[in-house]
């Protein structure tokens, strides 16, 4: 996605930008409320209805409007938070246990957190607006890297470190055993009687690294993700965030550009 230079509060107006996206950022409503916006032909663009939420606008320019009240566009926002132990990354949460989106003061953007980290994992996440970045992130197509510290119960051979690498055979929501992707591992060295694992991963699914150092016996009993790409929680008290910078915006931005040369599917 295109966008103009960042300004001092870290976002970015965005100028091409998916319609659905655009309204749901500007909060008009969540994404299911905006799609029944768009089919109600409540949305107009430069005064022709438009319902098609995947229609590409220009957002600084063409006037958008929702129930007949012009929407403006909301400023792009990346922030890189280092997420503590005792926080979930879902924004609502069945238990009603604190979530990610409550440790950013200041922030008035609306955004999402990229990915998700378990409740009891620490480290560095990418919370954004940018949806469009945000799935070339997540979706395990593109083969966006994240590297995690496992420290686990024994300490594991070079053998089962290697399973790690080739892909073990691991659970997945239905119950059903799928082999993951091939991976880097490497053994860190140990800490009171637990091993310490570096991984690197290409997909995310849930508790992917917890399932993985089960399936070759050595269960997780703490996990950091130190990289998100390039991005480290360098700098970051657990619980603290900053505003990414235009850099690393652009880095990031490369990465989508290249990723979104092959469509992933729906
Ligand atoms: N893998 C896991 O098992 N948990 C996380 O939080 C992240 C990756």
């Given at each position: 996605m295109k966008t103009v230079p960042a300004s001092p509060s870290g976002g970015a107006l965005p100028l091409e930008q998916n319609l659905a996206q655009f309204l749901a950022n500007a909060g008009i409503g969540s994404r299911r409320q905006v799609s029944d916006f768009l089919r109600a032909g409540m949305v107009t663009v430069n005064g022709m209805v438009e319902r098609q939420g995947s229609r590409v606008i220009q957002a600084r320019t063409d006037a958008v409007k929702c129930n007949s009240k012009r929407i403006m566009p909301v400023p792009l926002v990346y922030i890189l938070l280092h997420k503590p132990l005792?926080?979930?990354?879902?924004?609502?949460d069945p238990e009603n246990r604190p979530t990610v989106?409550?440790?950013?003061?200041?922030?008035r953007e609306r955004v999402y957190p990229v990915g998700r980290l378990d409740y009891n994992t620490t480290g560095v996440m990418l919370l954004t607006n940018d949806g469009d970045l945000a799935l070339r992130l997540t979706h395990?197509?593109?083969?966006f890297q994240k590297t995690y510290h496992a420290h686990v119960e024994g300490v594991p051979s070079e053998s089962a470190i290697h399973k790690l690498r080739l892909g073990v055979r691991i659970p997945n929501a239905g119950g059903v055993f799928e082999k993951s992707q091939p991976a880097e591992a490497h053994f860190l060295g140990k800490s009171k009687q637990r091993g310490i694992i570096a991984l690197t991963v290409r997909e995310g699914r849930k508790h992917q690294v917890r399932k993985m150092c089960q399936a070759i016996g050595h269960p997780v009993r703490s996990l950091q993700r130190v990289k998100f790409g390039f991005l480290?929680?360098?700098?970051?008290?657990?619980g603290a965030w900053r505003y990414m910078t235009p850099d690393e915006i652009t880095r990031l931005q490369a990465f989508a550009r290249k990723a979104g040369k092959e469509q992933p599917r729906p």
């Amino acid at each position: 996605m295109k966008t103009v230079p960042a300004s001092p509060s870290g976002g970015a107006l965005p100028l091409e930008q998916n319609l659905a996206q655009f309204l749901a950022n500007a909060g008009i409503g969540s994404r299911r409320q905006v799609s029944d916006f768009l089919r109600a032909g409540m949305v107009t663009v430069n005064g022709m209805v438009e319902r098609q939420g995947s229609r590409v606008i220009q957002a600084r320019t063409d006037a958008v409007k929702c129930n007949s009240k012009r929407i403006m566009p909301v400023p792009l926002v990346y922030i890189l938070l280092h997420k503590p132990l005792g926080v979930v990354s879902t924004l609502d949460d069945p238990e009603n246990r604190p979530t990610v989106l409550g440790l950013l003061r200041g922030v008035r953007e609306r955004v999402y957190p990229v990915g998700r980290l378990d409740y009891n994992t620490t480290g560095v996440m990418l919370l954004t607006n940018d949806g469009d970045l945000a799935l070339r992130l997540t979706h395990p197509r593109f083969g966006f890297q994240k590297t995690y510290h496992a420290h686990v119960e024994g300490v594991p051979s070079e053998s089962a470190i290697h399973k790690l690498r080739l892909g073990v055979r691991i659970p997945n929501a239905g119950g059903v055993f799928e082999k993951s992707q091939p991976a880097e591992a490497h053994f860190l060295g140990k800490s009171k009687q637990r091993g310490i694992i570096a991984l690197t991963v290409r997909e995310g699914r849930k508790h992917q690294v917890r399932k993985m150092c089960q399936a070759i016996g050595h269960p997780v009993r703490s996990l950091q993700r130190v990289k998100f790409g390039f991005l480290t929680a360098k700098g970051l008290a657990p619980g603290a965030w900053r505003y990414m910078t235009p850099d690393e915006i652009t880095r990031l931005q490369a990465f989508a550009r290249k990723a979104g040369k092959e469509q992933p599917r729906p």
